[in-house]
């Protein structure tokens, strides 16, 4: 019961096109959602995509271009942001939401609601 | 101070060859100087050391730094003595008592870099931007610092 991150060695096409940077995440469970924060710093609405295709969850973030300045010092990859994760089975798939605030991205992912606990009356 | 390329251990762009002679250099600065960069060696350990770029242009010398998810309230920038330093903290976010973590891999708490600038700035008209979670300092140059064109005469 839980969301896994896919390992990378699970899409070693892509590797040899592009190169990505895989972000840092926090995922939380309450009653009635998953929340996935993800920081990817430099991106913005226009430049994320977040896929969900089946069980499985994919954001891609895309950095501006670096401008052509000389680097004196240089630790930053610029390379875009990509990670997949298997969704449990339980997430309502068609009211995920995903919202990118300050880098961060935030996907929350509500449970579908039967099953949620539900507390059932017992009649005589 | 030694400048190194940094890469996050997680990312896979970098070839074998380039990761055992980025640890070979991590290992030689450990030697060559174990206390003079302690602000750098504390990310060895614990702590938060987000990315740090400087770049120049013509006119200014501009410093990048990836901070997603703080509020400008808590961000500190100060030049003095010819050196940049940033400093911040980022706070987790309010959480239902309930909930569960199942993955914690994001770095929450305080943060300290400084950079030395190699080129003299004129401190009173640095301007700080925080948006999409990179703080940019853009630091223009003194006059002398500048590059000046000289214009030849026919003798």
Redesign the interface.
């Known amino acids: 019961m839980?969301?896994a991150?896919k390992p990378?060695t699970a899409r070693t096409p892509a590797?040899s096109e592009e190169?990505?940077?895989?972000p840092?995440?926090?995922?939380?469970?309450?009653?009635d959602e998953?929340?996935l924060?993800a920081?990817?710093?430099?991106?913005?609405k226009n430049t994320l995509e977040v896929l969900l295709e089946g069980s499985e969850l994919t954001i891609v973030g895309r950095r501006p271009a670096p401008?052509t300045?000389?680097?004196?010092?240089?630790?930053?990859?610029p390379?875009a942001f990509r990670r997949s994760f298997v969704l449990d089975p339980m997430i309502d798939a068609g009211r995920v939401t995903a919202q990118i605030?300050?880098?961060?991205l935030c996907v929350r992912l509500p449970k579908a609601e039967e099953i949620k606990p539900r507390r059932i009356s017992v009649t005589d | 101070m030694r400048l190194i390329r940094y890469s996050r251990p997680e990312t896979w762009g970098w070839t074998p060859t380039e990761q055992l002679s980025q640890l070979r250099e991590e290992i030689d600065r450990l030697f060559d100087a174990p206390f003079a960069d302690i602000s750098r060696m504390g990310e060895f350990f614990n702590g938060w050391a987000p990315p740090l770029d400087l770049t120049e242009d013509k006119d200014n010398l501009i410093a990048t730094m990836e901070i997603p998810g703080l509020s400008k309230e808590h961000l500190d920038v100060t030049v003095h003595e010819g050196v940049l330093s940033i400093s911040g903290e980022r706070s987790e976010s309010k959480q239902d008592e309930n909930a569960q973590a199942h993955r914690r891999e994001r770095v929450y708490g305080r943060f300290h870099r400084s950079i030395s600038l190699p080129k003299p700035v004129n401190s009173d008209s640095i301007k700080a931007m925080y948006r999409d979670g990179i703080l940019t300092v853009t630091m223009p140059k003194t006059e002398e610092a500048k590059p000046r064109q000289i214009a030849v005469s026919v003798g």
């Open positions: 839980n969301i991150s990378e590797r190169h990505y940077v895989v840092s995440v926090d995922i939380t469970e309450t009653k998953f929340v924060e920081d990817m710093p430099g991106v913005t401008k300045r000389e680097y004196l010092h240089r630790e930053s990859n390379a605030d300050n880098g961060v």
